[in-house]
């Protein structure tokens, strides 16, 4: 029987990251299909992969001017993790992406680069190590969607 863990630390995880959004103007929806504790893979990885995206689409979206929303999707099931996260910032351009997951690459401006540029490269990581993929488009409220998938690890039988 999969363990509930993986779920109870997403859930902290997204409880925290709404309050933080809510602090900033920023209106976070969630949709969830499904139980990541049947996909097997770690809460660490969940972690990694859903915090650095909603706060990089936090980010985005806390200065825009034109609405501050974004929509975190995330659907399991036997096979795969997908997480989907999409912002209505200024988007990435597609010349971008490539570099966006490089260790050290930011769009922040700070007077001090220490700490910037971590997330995605991250990201990346634990895609690669679960033999996953990520997408970056345009999101409908015409920012950045990104969509990870991975495959899960201890697939289960339905019934």
């Given amino acids: 029987m999969p ?3 993986r779920a109870l630390v997403l859930a902290a995880l997204l409880l925290g990251k ?3 959004a809510s602090e ?9 299909e499904g139980t ?13 992969v859903v915090g650095n995206l909603v706060d ?19 659907r ?3 096979h795969e993790l997908l997480v ?22 930011s769009t922040k401006i700070s007077a001090s680069t220490a700490g910037r540029g971590l ?6 990581q634990v895609v690669r190590r679960h033999g996953g993929s990520v997408a970056v488009s345009e999101s409908d409220a015409g920012g950045a969607c990104f969509s990870v998938r991975l495959p899960a690890r201890h697939p289960v039988a339905t019934s």
Avoid: C, K
């Fill in 56 to 74: 990089n689409a936090i980010d985005a979206t806390a200065e825009s001017p034109t609405g501050s929303t974004v929509q975190v999707t995330i």
């Fill in 3 to 5: 363990s509930p863990r």
């Fill in 36 to 48: 990541v504790a049947a996909t097997g893979i770690a809460g660490t990885d969940l972690v990694t």
């Fill in 76 to 78: 399991a099931d036997e």
């Fill in 119 to 124: 997330g995605l490269a991250l990201v990346n």
């Fill in 84 to 105: 989907e996260v999409a912002d209505s910032g200024s988007g990435l351009p597609p010349n971008l992406v490539e570099s966006a997951f490089t260790l050290g690459w």
């Fill in 24 to 32: 900033r103007g920023v209106d976070l929806s969630l949709e969830v």
């Fill in 18 to 20: 709404a309050a933080q």
